[in-house]
T-cell receptor, first 107, second 114 residues
C-alpha cells in the first residue's frame, strides 16, 4: 500500500541548531514527493518538491530511493521555522499526506 | 493571487443535522479536493473532483457526499452529522497534475458536532 510515515509528532530545537524532519514512504513506482508547511494561523502551503531539487527558506530534501526516505533538512533553524510540516506522496492525481511533525524552534 | 475560499471558518452543529461546507476557487482549476485534518492523523482525503459534475471517493468517504455543479465551487455535505466528524476540513484545488503538482489550500472550516 502507498503510505507516508512521519515518525516524529514533535521536534524541538534551539535557534541555530540543525533540523531534520523525517519522512519515509512506501510506493511501488517512481515516487513524487513533497513537503507542505502550515504556519500558525496560515493556510497549508507547498514548501518544496523533490523534482525541483530546490532550496526554499534554507530547507532541502533529497529523495533516497534505497532508504525510501525524503527527509527535510535545514542546517540552522530559525524561530520563524516553527510550524507544522507534512510530507506528501503523489498517488495518480492525488496527494496522500503523512501525519505531520510539529517543529518548535526555541530562541 | 491564488485564492481558495471556504465560506465558514467555524461551525457548531448538533448530531443528526445536515451540514454544508462550501469552497470556491478563483483560479480556474480543474481539480478540487476535500481533506479532513486531525491531530495525529494528518490529512485524509474525503472526496475529490476532476471536473464539473465529476466526483471520486477518497480514502474516507463514509458519511460524506460532495457536489460540483460549477467549476469554481466544490461542496462537502454531511447528511447526518455525527460527533466523530468533529474536525478541521480543508478544501484544495489544483491544475491537472502534470502541470504543476501543487495543491492550493483554503484556510479551513472547523466543525464541531455536539
Amino acid at each position: 500500500a502507498q503510505r507516508v510515515t512521519q515518525p516524529e509528532k514533535l521536534l524541538s530545537v534551539f535557534k541555530g541548531a540543525p533540523v531534520e524532519l523525517k519522512c519515509n514512504y512506501s510506493y511501488s513506482g517512481s515516487p513524487e514527493l513533497f513537503w507542505y508547511v502550515q504556519y500558525s494561523r496560515q493556510r497549508l502551503q507547498l514548501l518544496l518538491r523533490h523534482i525541483s531539487r530546490e532550496s526554499i527558506k534554507g530547507f532541502t530534501a533529497d529523495l533516497n530511493k534505497g532508504e525510501t526516505s525524503f527527509h527535510l533538512k535545514k542546517p540552522f533553524a530559525q524561530e520563524e521555522d516553527s510550524a507544522m510540516y507534512y510530507c506528501a506522496l503523489r498517488r495518480t492525481d492525488k496527494l496522500i499526506f503523512g501525519t505531520g511533525t510539529r517543529l518548535q524552534v526555541f530562541p | 493571487d491564488v485564492k481558495v475560499t471556504q465560506s465558514s471558518r467555524y461551525l457548531v452543529k448538533r448530531t443528526g443535522e445536515k451540514v454544508f461546507l462550501e469552497c470556491v476557487q478563483d483560479m480556474d482549476h480543474e481539480n478540487m479536493f476535500w481533506y479532513r485534518q486531525d491531530p495525529g492523523l494528518g490529512l485524509r482525503l474525503i472526496y475529490f473532483s476532476y471536473d464539473v459534475k465529476m466526483k471520486e471517493k477518497g480514502d474516507i468517504p463514509e458519511g460524506y457526499s460532495v457536489s460540483r455543479e460549477k467549476k469554481e465551487r466544490f461542496s462537502l455535505i454531511l447528511e447526518s452529522a455525527s460527533t466523530n466528524q468533529t474536525s478541521m476540513y480543508l478544501c484544495a484545488s489544483s491544475l491537472p497534475w502534470a502541470e504543476t503538482g501543487e495543491l492550493f489550500f483554503g484556510e479551513g472550516s472547523r466543525l464541531t458536532v455536539l
